[in-house]
């Protein structure tokens, strides 16, 4: 027969004092408050499940009632006789509600802690690169469970606006893997990243941005000489002839990316096309032109600062002064890179060497990404190399070399 237990009373809690050793004082149906030795009182409930006794914890008294703690006794009683663990299911509560409260972020960051130990180190590298420049701050703070897949089109659409496509298709590729991880864990129903391809952007056809042969290029400089244009525009013509770089990158860069004792230009992965930061090397007669540039516009930040000198110049006025000039449909600012292109190509330097001054990513996009300042003394010596024979044939025509005309 069955102990019969006295409830306790709010009094007989308060007077509960501590002893040497921790005791009970029971309230009924497996309730009792346990008094330690430290002055704490802390609610218990024992009870069977399948036969296995179990201790469930409500808490601490006065915090927790002694109402409240006979209503959990009640709930878990019924979870009993329901054929159900209460201590089971305050564990899978607690792990629903972590669920609920998941972000991307911190799935990701798990996904990849998991897998970099695997990977080879350039892979490490670029997955890292995607997570920190696409992923977090595209959905990062998001739940886990509440990100759709419109939601993951929209976010590859992005990179896919900046025409790094293959870019994009990692990033399908990595959130396929983060959702796969995130299914294996428990923490979502679905894997939204599915057949993201399905809807990715197609490759455009190249771009045509016309360009003169090189043994037109001594005429064009003459003309930019003589022509009525502002001298920054001036200098922006020739300094595209000379490193290649795209016009965008040029206007906008400040003076803080130029070491020109060193002959470098680092422009940082936020203002590239693809995101990775690009290390120009500068032969003598570009860095003769920064120089002069300095003494006009080395008070300000930007290098080809505009009418506000917060503001660089406009993106058409390169363009506007090459049609002034007669070239119109022959010749672009963008151009002068197909320019070196097609010339470099032709002289047999190293492939590599000229789609790292163009800033173009390799094949399979993972060398070029963590290789980022590769070939930097090759390069450089090209770069003077093409320079030179920029002057030799202006030199050649009667025309007034770059290298002349800094002076």
Same mark, same amino acid.
């Given at each position: 027969?069955?102990?019969?237990?006295?409830?306790?009373?709010?009094? *007989?809690? #308060?007077?509960?004092?501590?002893?040497?050793? &921790?005791?009970?004082?029971?309230?009924?149906?497996?309730?009792?408050?346990?008094?330690?030795?430290?002055?704490?009182?802390?609610?218990?409930?024992?009870?069977?499940?399948?036969? #296995?006794?179990?201790?469930?914890?409500?808490?601490?008294?006065?915090?927790?009632?002694?109402?409240?703690?006979?209503?959990?006794?009640?709930? *878990?009683?019924?979870?009993?006789?329901? %054929?159900?663990?209460?201590?089971?299911?305050?564990?899978?509560?607690?792990?629903?509600?972590? !669920?609920?409260?998941?972000?991307?972020?911190?799935?990701?960051?798990? @996904?990849?802690?998991?897998?970099?130990?695997? @990977?080879?180190?350039?892979?490490?590298?670029?997955?890292?690169?995607?997570?920190?420049?696409?992923?977090?701050?595209?959905?990062?703070?998001?739940?886990?469970?509440?990100?759709?897949?419109?939601?993951?089109?929209?976010? !590859?659409?992005?990179?896919?606006?900046?025409?790094?496509?293959?870019?994009?298709?990692?990033?399908?590729?990595?959130?396929?893997?983060?959702?796969?991880?995130?299914?294996?864990?428990?923490?979502?129903?679905?894997? &939204?990243?599915?057949? +993201?391809?399905? /809807?990715? *952007?197609?490759?455009?056809?190249?771009?045509?941005?016309?360009?003169?042969?090189?043994?037109?290029? &001594?005429?064009?400089?003459?003309? *930019?000489?003589?022509?009525?244009?502002?001298?920054? =525009?001036?200098?922006?013509?020739?300094?595209?002839? +000379?490193?290649?770089?795209?016009?965008?990158?040029?206007?906008?860069?400040? @003076?803080?990316?130029?070491?020109?004792?060193?002959?470098?230009?680092?422009?940082?992965?936020?203002?590239?096309?693809?995101?990775?930061?690009?290390?120009?090397? +500068?032969?003598?007669?570009?860095?003769?032109?920064?120089?002069?540039?300095?003494? /006009?516009? %080395?008070?300000?930040?930007? !290098?080809?600062?505009?009418?506000?000198?917060?503001?660089?110049?406009?993106?058409?006025?390169?363009?506007?002064?090459?049609?002034?000039?007669?070239?119109?449909?022959?010749?672009? %600012?963008?151009?002068?890179?197909?320019?070196?292109?097609?010339?470099?190509?032709?002289?047999?330097?190293?492939?590599?060497?000229?789609?790292?001054?163009?800033?173009? %990513?390799? =094949?399979?996009?993972?060398?070029? =990404?963590?290789?980022?300042?590769?070939?930097?003394?090759?390069?450089?010596?090209?770069?003077?190399? @093409?320079?030179?024979?920029?002057?030799?044939?202006?030199?050649?025509?009667?025309?007034?070399?770059?290298?002349?005309?800094?002076?």
């Amino acid at each position: 027969m069955a102990l019969k237990v006295t409830p306790l009373t709010d009094s *007989a809690l #308060k007077a509960a004092k501590p002893k040497e050793k &921790p005791y009970k004082l029971a309230d009924g149906e497996g309730l009792y408050l346990e008094i330690m030795p430290t002055g704490s009182k802390l609610w218990r409930l024992k009870y069977r499940h399948l036969g #296995k006794e179990n201790r469930l914890a409500f808490g601490s008294y006065p915090e927790v009632t002694l109402v409240q703690a006979r209503k959990k006794r009640s709930e *878990a009683r019924q979870l009993m006789s329901d %054929g159900k663990d209460p201590a089971q299911e305050r564990k899978s509560n607690r792990r629903a509600q972590k !669920v609920e409260g998941l972000t991307f972020e911190t799935l990701a960051r798990e @996904w990849f802690a998991y897998n970099a130990p695997r @990977w080879a180190e350039s892979t490490t590298y670029k997955a890292k690169l995607y997570l920190e420049n696409d992923l977090i701050p595209g959905i990062g703070a998001r739940p886990v469970k509440s990100i759709t897949r419109p939601d993951l089109v929209e976010l !590859v659409r992005k990179v896919e606006s900046r025409g790094t496509l293959n870019a994009a298709g990692k990033i399908r590729q990595w959130l396929h893997q983060i959702f796969r991880y995130g299914l294996a864990k428990g923490v979502v129903d679905a894997n &939204p990243a599915t057949d +993201l391809s399905v /809807v990715a *952007a197609q490759a455009k056809a190249a771009r045509h941005h016309p360009h003169v042969p090189f043994a037109e290029l &001594p005429d064009l400089l003459a003309k *930019a000489d003589a022509a009525n244009i502002h001298v920054l =525009t001036r200098h922006a013509i020739n300094l595209l002839v +000379l490193t290649a770089v795209r016009p965008g990158e040029l206007r906008r860069a400040p @003076w803080s990316e130029f070491d020109l004792d060193a002959a470098l230009w680092t422009i940082p992965a936020i203002r590239m096309k693809a995101r990775r930061p690009h290390v120009v090397p +500068l032969p003598r007669q570009a860095v003769a032109i920064f120089r002069k540039l300095h003494e /006009v516009t %080395g008070r300000y930040s930007l !290098v080809f600062a505009g009418a506000n000198p917060e503001r660089p110049m406009s993106e058409n006025t390169v363009n506007k002064a090459l049609r002034q000039m007669g070239y119109e449909g022959r010749q672009t %600012g963008h151009g002068f890179r197909h320019l070196l292109s097609t010339e470099l190509n032709g002289r047999g330097y190293n492939k590599d060497w000229i789609e790292r001054q163009l800033a173009h %990513g390799d =094949t399979d996009e993972i060398r070029g =990404t963590y290789n980022h300042a590769a070939y930097v003394v090759q390069r450089s010596e090209m770069m003077q190399a @093409w320079a030179d024979s920029i002057d030799a044939v202006c030199a050649g025509a009667n025309v007034v070399s770059i290298r002349s005309a800094t002076k």
